[in-house]
Nanobody, 129 residues
Framework: QVQLVESGGGSVQAGGSLRLSCAAS????????MGWFRQAPGKEREGVAG????????YYADSVKGRFTISQDNAKNTLYLQMNSLKPEDTAMYYC??????????????????????WGQGTRVTVSS
């Protein structure tokens, strides 16, 4: 059974940093497409960053490019999202997602929520101005 557990959310001021973690279990972590998504109140869920853990290839939404970094630790079966230079518009619930044994080729697919069949419960990020 696939399980994804996010942590690391919190409240920070604009310009600050946070690192989100997603502890994964129940599948081969090193052969999966994984992503970070966020959803603000009243808005649709949007893809923030994606990675194929088999190769480490990454893709980012334009809104976070240069500020956020997605990474993996295969020894710990953990996905990370380092978020720097945070802005109030980054405020949202952040979710980790996984699609085991699948290479989602290209950013369009990596950042499309419908491509993922496993989700965590989310961790809240609040950025104040």
């Amino acid at each position: 059974q696939v399980q994804l557990v996010e942590s690391g959310g919190g409240s920070v001021q604009a310009g600050g940093s946070l690192r989100l973690s997603c502890a994964a279990s129940g599948y081969s972590f090193s052969r999966a497409s994984m992503g970070w998504f966020r959803q603000a109140p009243g808005k649709e869920r949007e893809g923030v960053a994606g990675i194929y853990t088999g190769s480490g290839s990454t893709y980012y939404a334009d809104s976070v490019k240069g500020r956020f970094t997605i990474s993996q630790d295969n020894a710990k079966n953990t996905l990370y999202l380092q978020m720097n230079s945070l802005k109030p518009e980054d405020t949202a619930m952040y979710y980790c997602a996984a699609r085991p044994n699948t290479l989602l080729f290209g950013g369009l697919l990596q950042l499309q929520a419908a491509q993922y069949n496993n989700w965590g419960q989310g961790t809240r990020v609040t950025v104040s101005s």
